[in-house]
Each structure stands twice: as structure tokens, then as C-alpha cells.
């Protein structure tokens, strides 16, 4: 069996897939019973396209963007064309755009309406306009992965759907960016400012050049913005989020939390009060018990509080562009691997 993936956007998550699919296809195929055949990637330029799948070993010695699929275009003559939306599942992969949710919302609309499956990567889309993509799905009988969006590696919606089958989430809570938690750590292991950490941060690579998304709070909020619409069931937007960020928080207040006992974190919550749906993100102090407080470095971390399991907990997860390709690549698996079990 054969599952042709269209690919949209082609930077470092999207290449390091491209990667994994070549190093585990094999694997893949062996236990789950199909092969992962790459048919097309859409890139601001246009789309490379080859029906008998394209050349992936070639591909990947042209870099990344725009301009690698230019030179694998050139190098084998093939043209770029206007994107087709044909085959088995949609990756996703462009840069998160929480304004628009464009040109993700547009490549998912498509592919939808061509029946495909869709695996996001990208937030920007499912936080603008999630409520329109989940109807649509079921209007073209499409299903919808995205825990590569919802913490990368970190297994945070697969541990809903899955291992919390039947049970009654009644509050989520996670720390779930991997810059904003190594910058406190660092604060209050190094004794340093915000500036001294994410300067730090930064010259590591851990941090972008421009860290507003992570530090203001805003990656943390679309995160568990995705985790409170996928299991409370509702529809709120970014704006219904309380957002505050990290980019205030002083040596002193990071020493007053060690000398109560606790930790700073960036804690985003989740929680139905009455029949509304509570999401927030801000810096707490959390007591030592709790166990989100001992989650350093770029780990992140996630508890489900269920009233049937009671808090189920899950930490660590790599925060680099190979976790968030391999989660990509897992929602893939789960796509397709009931039907092969039952083959």
C-alpha cells in the first residue's frame, strides 16, 4: 500500500521529515504496512511536482526554502507548476501565521476538498479558524492531526485522544514552550536577568533573533488554545486567551518564588468553570510537588487532570525541528495504521 503525501512550505521541520521519511520508510513499511511516497511540496514560488514521487536523497543536499526547490527544479528540469492537491494526506508545514492563518488555511481548504487527510505542523490556521477546518472535514469525510502543533515532540494531544479514551478531562495545564522555560531556568539557576537569559538563549540558537512569539506568551497561547478546543469541545479564538508573558518577570521575582519553596514557570492552563472554558497563560509559582516544577532546560511538560485516571503527566519532548517533523510523521502513522492492522 502506497500513501502520497503533498508537503506545504519546505524549511528546517519540513526537511528534517523529508529526512525521517527516508531513514525510517523501511521501517515503517515493515510494521505498519505502507510506503510513504512524497508527490509534491508547495513552496511561495509554486509547486515541484512528480507523480512517481520525488527524489528525496537528491533533494535534500539543496538546502532548504524556495530556493532548494529552485535548484532541484533546474537540476532536473522540472518545471514548477500551480499547486495540485491530489493524493493521500496533506503535511502542513509553513510558517504559523496567528493573524490570517494564511496560506496554511488556504492549502488545507484545497486538500479537503479533494478528500485528502491532513497532518498540521503550522498553528495559525487551526487557532484562526478551527471551527470552519472541523466542519469542513467532516463535510468531505477528511480527518485532522495536529499534535505536532500543540508542543512538537511532546505528546500532549495523543495522550488525550488516545490514552485518555472515555475519561473526563476536567483541566489541562503544561508548560509548553521550550524557549520561555529554559530563559527562567536560567534566570534562576545562573542568578541572571530576563535580558542576560535570553541573550543566552539566543546565542545557543534555542532562541529566535526576534522572540516575541515565545516570550510575549503568544506560542504558549495557541498551544493550549488547540488542547482546550480539542477536548472541551469549544470554539474560542486567540482573543479569548489571557495572555501574559515572561518578558517582565525580574531576578527578584524568581528569587522571592526559591525563597517560598517554588518555581517560576510559564504555566498555561485549560479549565471549564460553569459552562464556560477558561484558557490562560502566565508565570506561577508552583510548589515543589507539582509536577510541572522541576521541568528545565527546553523540556516541556503536560498534566491532564481526569476524574476517572486522575493527573496523568507527561515530560520532556525535544524542542528542535527533528521533534516537530518526527510528531508529524507519527500523526501520519496513526492516520493509516488501523487499516493495516486489520489487513
Avoid at 507523480?51 to 522540472?78: H, V
Avoid at 492563518?101 to 481548504?109: F, N, T, V
Wanted: aromatic share 6%; glycine share 10%.
Amino acid at each position: 500500500m502506497q500513501k502520497k503525501i503533498i508537503l506545504t512550505g519546505y524549511g528546517t521541520v519540513a526537511k528534517e521529515l523529508i529526512k525521517l521519511i527516508i531513514h525510517n520508510g523501511a521501517l515503517i513499511k515493515e510494521k505498519y504496512g505502507f510506503d510513504l511516497l512524497v508527490t509534491g511540496i508547495v513552496s511561495s514560488k509554486g509547486m515541484i511536482y512528480e507523480e512517481e514521487g520525488i527524489k528525496l536523497s537528491s533533494l535534500i543536499d539543496f538546502g532548504t526554502g524556495s530556493e532548494a526547490l529552485s535548484r532541484y527544479s533546474e537540476y532536473f528540469k522540472l518545471p514548477f507548476t500551480e499547486p495540485i492537491f491530489q493524493g493521500d494526506v496533506l503535511i502542513e508545514c509553513t510558517p504559523t501565521n496567528i493573524e490570517t492563518g494564511e496560506p496554511a488555511l488556504g492549502y488545507i481548504q484545497k486538500s479537503m476538498e479533494n478528500g485528502m487527510d491532513i497532518v498540521s505542523v503550522s498553528k495559525g490556521a487551526l487557532v484562526k479558524s478551527f471551527d470552519k477546518i472541523k466542519t469542513q472535514a467532516a463535510k468531505h469525510g477528511s480527518r485532522l492531526k495536529y499534535s505536532g502543533a500543540t508542543a512538537a515532540a511532546l505528546p500532549t494531544f495523543d495522550i488525550g485522544e488516545y490514552s485518555l479514551a472515555g475519561c473526563t478531562i476536567t483541566r489541562i495545564e503544561g508548560i509548553l514552550n521550550g524557549t520561555s522555560n529554559f530563559i527562567l531556568a536560567s534566570m534562576s539557576e545562573n542568578n541572571l536577568s530576563f535580558e542576560e537569559a535570553l541573550k543566552i538563549a539566543q546565542e545557543k540558537g534555542i532562541a529566535e533573533a526576534n522572540p516575541a512569539l515565545d516570550v510575549q506568551g503568544f506560542d504558549t497561547a495557541c498551544k493550549i488554545l488547540l488542547l482546550a478546543n480539542g477536548f472541551f469541545g469549544s470554539s474560542l479564538l486567540i482573543d479569548d486567551v489571557k495572555i501574559k508573558g515572561i518578558e517582565q518577570v525580574t531576578k527578584e521575582d524568581i528569587q522571592e518564588a526559591k525563597q517560598k519553596g517554588r518555581t517560576l514557570k510559564l504555566l498555561a492552563s485549560a479549565y471549564k468553570e460553569a459552562e464556560n472554558v477558561i484558557v490562560e497563560v502566565k508565570p506561577c509559582e508552583l510548589e515543589s510537588e507539582h509536577p510541572l516544577a522541576h521541568v528545565n532546560g527546553t523540556n516541556k511538560g503536560v498534566v491532564f487532570e481526569t476524574i476517572e485516571m486522575g493527573a496523568v503527566c507527561a515530560i520532556g519532548g525535544a524542542s528542535h525541528p527533528r521533534g516537530a517533523a518526527a510528531a508529524a510523521l507519527k500523526d501520519v502513522i496513526n492516520l493509516y495504521r488501523e487499516t493495516t492492522w486489520c489487513t
